[in-house]
C-alpha cells in the first residue's frame, strides 16, 4: 500500500467564519419578530413553524424559536448580522419562502421586526439590483417590468410613512404582490438579453441520468432528441455489493449507448455516505481503513472507464450524508483523496464535488462544537481552507420551495469558488397529486412543498423548466444541467411526477418547451 498525505487543518480564519453553525448559542442576543397576514392580522402559530434564522449568506442559525399568533421570538441567536427566512403565502404569486435581510447587510438583534414590511423592502431591494445591472450593460427592462417595480415601491413608500403596525404590514403585502412578481420578471428580462448578447454556447451541457436505458427504445429515442450528457449509476451498494468485487457491466452498457449516439456520459458518484447506499462490510471501520479503501479503489474504477466516461462526481453531498460519522475534517480530507486519485488515474478527468440541500433547512437546530454535518457553503470553505483540487461544483436544486429570484441569488453565491458550476440533479412536478411510484410517498406530498404561482400541472412545469433554464444557460460560470428523471418509470423514480416523460415514455409539455427553447439558442448562432 503506498502512503496517504495528510491535509493540513483548516484555517483558524474559517473556523470563525463558521462559528456561528457550530458554536454554542449566545443568551443575550433576543429578537422579536411581528408577522401578520395579508389584511394585517396576526399570522396563524400554523404558518410560523418554517421560520428560521440565517446569516446573510443564508447558512441557517441554531437558535431557539417560540412562536405564538402574529409573533416569533428568537433567543440565543450567534452574534453575527442575520437574515429572516419564512414560507409565506402570497395571493396570486404563490407559498414559498421569502427573504428578508435588510437589502443584504442582514440585522442584528434589537427592536421588534415587522416582517412582512421586510420582506417587501429586501425583495424590492433584490429587483432594482437586477434592473441596475442591466442598465448598467445598456440594456433596459421590459415596460411591464418596470411598471410593476413602480407599483412596488409606491406602496411600500406608503408602508414607510404609516406608523401603525397592521396598517404597515397590509401595505408592505400590498408591494410585495408586486415585487414577488417583478424580481423574477426583471431577472428573466436580464438573461434573455444576456443570451441574446451572447448567443449559442456550444459546450452547454443539457442532461438527464440515463439510468433507465434499456427498458424501453422511445426512452432512448426521447433522450437523444433532447439532451447531450447522460449521468450512469455507480451506488457502492450495487455497483460494489462485496468490497473488491465491482458490476462492471450495467455502466458499460449506458455509457456505451451514450457514447455511441455522440452524447458525454458522467459517472455518478465515486463515493456517497449515504445510509442506503453505504454497503455494511464499510460500516464500524475507523476513518484509516476508509481513507485507504478510497485511495486503493478510486483508481480501479476511474481507470477502468477511462476514455467512456471522463467526468465523475468524486464525492456526492459530504457536507450532510455522512453514515459513518467522521468528523467534517475527515470528510475534508477523504474528498481531497478521492478528488487526487482521479486526477490521477484519469488526467484527462472532469471532477465535480456534488452538494444537495442548498439553504442546508437542517441546520437550524444544531448546536454544539461536535456538529458533523454543515451547510454546503461552510463545507466548500473548509475544503478552499485545506486547499483541496477539484474542477466543478454540482449543486442539486429539487424543487425548492423558493421562486426563481432566490434560486437564481443562491447559485450566484457559489460563483465566489471561482469553479464552473453544473446543476447536476433537479425536477420540479408535472401535478398536484401524490405519487405513489416516486421517492415522496403520500397523497399531499407534492401539495406540501407548497404552490410556485399555481397548482402544479404539466404547463406549469414547462414554464418552470423555461424559466430555469434560461437563467441557467444567461450565466457564464453554469456550464450544465441535468434533469432527474428523465421519465417517471415505474416502478420506482425519484421527485413526484418529475420526469420529462411520462411512465409511458410520452413526452410531456416540458420536453417540448426546452426542445424549443435549445433550438431557438442554437438559431442565434456562436457569438
Request: proline fraction near 6%.
Amino acid at each position: 500500500m503506498r502512503p496517504l498525505a495528510r491535509l493540513g487543518g483548516i484555517a483558524a480564519a474559517f473556523i470563525a467564519i463558521a462559528a456561528g453553525a457550530f458554536a454554542a448559542p449566545q443568551e443575550e442576543a433576543t429578537q422579536v419578530i411581528i408577522v401578520h397576514d395579508a389584511e394585517g392580522r396576526p399570522l396563524p402559530k400554523a404558518r410560523l413553524g418554517s421560520l428560521y434564522l440565517s446569516d446573510v449568506l443564508l447558512n441557517p442559525f441554531a437558535c431557539q424559536i417560540d412562536t405564538e399568533d402574529g409573533r416569533a421570538i428568537c433567543r440565543n441567536i450567534a452574534r453575527e448580522p442575520f437574515a429572516i427566512n419564512l414560507r409565506y403565502e402570497v395571493a396570486g404569486f404563490g407559498d414559498v419562502y421569502f427573504v428578508a435581510d435588510n437589502a443584504g447587510r442582514g440585522y442584528r438583534a434589537g427592536e421588534p421586526i415587522n416582517l412582512v414590511y421586510e420582506f417587501a423592502r429586501s425583495r424590492l431591494a433584490h429587483t432594482r439590483k437586477v434592473q441596475t445591472a442591466a442598465k448598467r450593460e445598456g440594456y433596459s427592462l421590459e415596460a411591464k417590468t418596470r411598471e410593476r417595480i413602480d407599483k412596488a415601491q409606491a406602496v411600500l413608500d406608503r408602508a414607510r410613512r404609516t406608523r401603525d403596525p397592521e396598517e404597515r404590514s397590509r401595505l408592505a403585502y400590498q408591494s410585495l404582490q408586486e415585487s414577488a412578481w417583478a424580481g423574477e420578471m426583471a431577472l428573466l428580462d436580464k438573461a434573455r438579453f444576456d443570451i441574446k448578447k451572447r448567443g449559442w454556447r456550444r459546450g452547454f451541457r443539457f442532461g438527464a441520468n440515463a439510468f433507465r436505458y434499456g427498458a424501453d427504445p422511445k426512452y432512448q429515442q426521447r433522450f437523444e432528441e433532447l439532451l447531450n450528457f447522460g449521468t450512469v449509476p455507480f451506488y457502492t451498494k450495487g455497483f460494489e455489493p462485496k468490497e473488491g468485487e465491482y458490476k462492471w457491466k450495467r455502466p458499460e452498457d449506458i455509457a456505451g449507448w451514450l457514447n455511441g449516439a455522440g452524447l458525454a456520459a458522467k459517472g455518478h458518484p465515486v463515493l456517497w455516505f449515504y445510509p442506503g447506499t453505504t454497503p455494511d462490510y464499510l460500516k464500524k471501520r475507523p476513518f484509516e481503513e476508509i481513507r485507504q479503501w478510497v485511495y486503493d479503489r478510486t483508481p480501479t474504477i476511474v481507470e477502468h472507464y477511462a476514455g467512456s466516461i471522463d467526468i465523475w462526481d468524486v464525492i456526492n453531498e459530504p457536507h450532510v450524508q455522512n453514515v459513518l460519522g467522521f468528523t467534517l475534517d475527515q470528510m475534508v480530507e477523504i474528498t481531497n483523496v478521492v478528488s487526487q486519485r482521479t486526477r490521477e488515474a484519469n488526467p484527462e478527468a472532469t471532477r465535480i464535488v456534488n452538494s444537495c440541500c442548498l439553504w442546508a433547512e437542517y441546520m437550524k437546530g444544531q448546536f454544539g462544537t461536535d456538529v458533523r454535518i454543515c451547510s454546503p457553503l461552510e463545507f466548500l470553505e473548509r475544503m478552499r481552507a485545506a486547499k483541496v483540487d477539484y474542477d466543478v461544483l454540482g449543486l442539486q436544486l429539487y424543487y425548492p420551495s423558493r421562486d426563481l429570484l432566490e434560486i437564481s441569488r443562491m447559485i450566484d453565491r457559489f460563483e465566489r469558488f471561482g469553479k464552473p458550476v453544473h446543476i447536476t440533479e433537479l425536477a420540479v412536478p408535472s401535478s398536484a397529486e401524490g405519487d405513489p411510484y416516486s421517492h415522496w410517498k403520500g397523497p399531499n406530498a407534492v401539495r406540501a412543498m407548497g404552490t410556485w404561482h399555481r397548482p402544479w400541472d404539466q404547463g406549469l412545469q414547462a414554464e418552470w423548466v423555461d424559466g430555469f433554464y434560461t437563467i441557467c444557460y444567461s450565466k457564464p460560470f453554469v456550464e450544465a444541467v441535468t434533469w432527474w428523471d428523465f421519465a417517471d418509470y415505474r416502478p420506482g423514480h425519484f421527485f413526484p411526477h418529475g420526469g420529462y416523460l411520462d411512465h409511458e415514455y410520452v413526452p410531456k409539455q416540458s420536453f417540448f418547451r426546452l426542445k424549443r427553447l435549445t433550438n431557438r439558442w442554437r438559431r442565434m448562432g456562436e457569438r
